[in-house]
């Protein structure tokens, strides 16, 4: 039976990441501890995995530098996929949860309903139209790669979305799980039924 095996880390450290700002489409560079995590997971793919056929990332560069570093230890040149970019949050971008809460707390109680999907960021995306876009980009990637290991490279939201999308049972609650920077999540998906391997291993990664 085919089986590929499905990848999903998380951009490394941002600095609005250590700022605890929203950030989206904008973007922020990598900081020196996040260099130091992309470098480490770069690591440990080349040395446990030896059937990979693919790397994507989105086109932000927070993860193209991450999927550049890991790119370059698998000998495999990074693919940017627009959708698998993180949700727009329009004019929130750059804002921290603790401003949103104050300044816009209308906006911070309906964004807090996490099954309101119609919830739409100001001037930028909404939730429904967020998670359509994410699951057609990792329909495209299992179309061109039926076998084999496929590594993804992309944002918090994003690898949920594509994490609820597989294992809708045990990843229901979306955004109740931690995916940390530069963590792997590993999924087996064998004649097309996803199998959950690891969720969040960081165990390679610079001890904080």
Request: aromatic share 8%.
């Amino acid at each position: 039976m085919p089986t590929v095996n499905l990848i999903l880390v998380r951009h490394a450290e941002t600095v609005a990441n250590v700022q605890r700002r929203w950030v989206g489409w904008n973007d922020t560079p990598l900081t020196d501890r996040g260099v130091a995590q992309a470098q480490a997971t770069a690591c440990r793919l080349a040395d446990e995995v030896e059937d990979a056929v693919a790397l994507y990332t989105s086109p932000l560069p927070r993860a193209m530098e991450t999927a550049r570093i890991i790119g370059q230890a698998l000998g495999l040149s990074p693919v940017p996929l627009d959708d698998l970019r993180e949700i727009n949050f329009g004019t929130m971008d750059g804002v921290t949860l603790e401003e949103m809460k104050t300044l816009y707390p209308d906006l911070y109680a309906r964004w807090r309903d996490r099954t309101d999907m119609d919830f739409t960021w100001p001037g930028g995306e909404r939730r429904a139209d967020f998670f359509r876009r994410v699951i057609a980009a990792y329909e495209e990637i299992i179309a061109r790669h039926p076998w084999g290991a496929v590594i993804i490279v992309a944002h918090g939201g994003t690898l949920r979305a594509i994490l609820a999308y597989l294992l809708p049972e045990q990843m229901s609650q979306w955004w109740g799980y931690e995916l940390s920077h530069c963590s792997v999540t590993r999924i087996e998906v064998e004649d097309g039924r996803p199998h959950l391997l690891t969720l969040n291993d960081k165990s390679h990664l610079p001890t904080e």
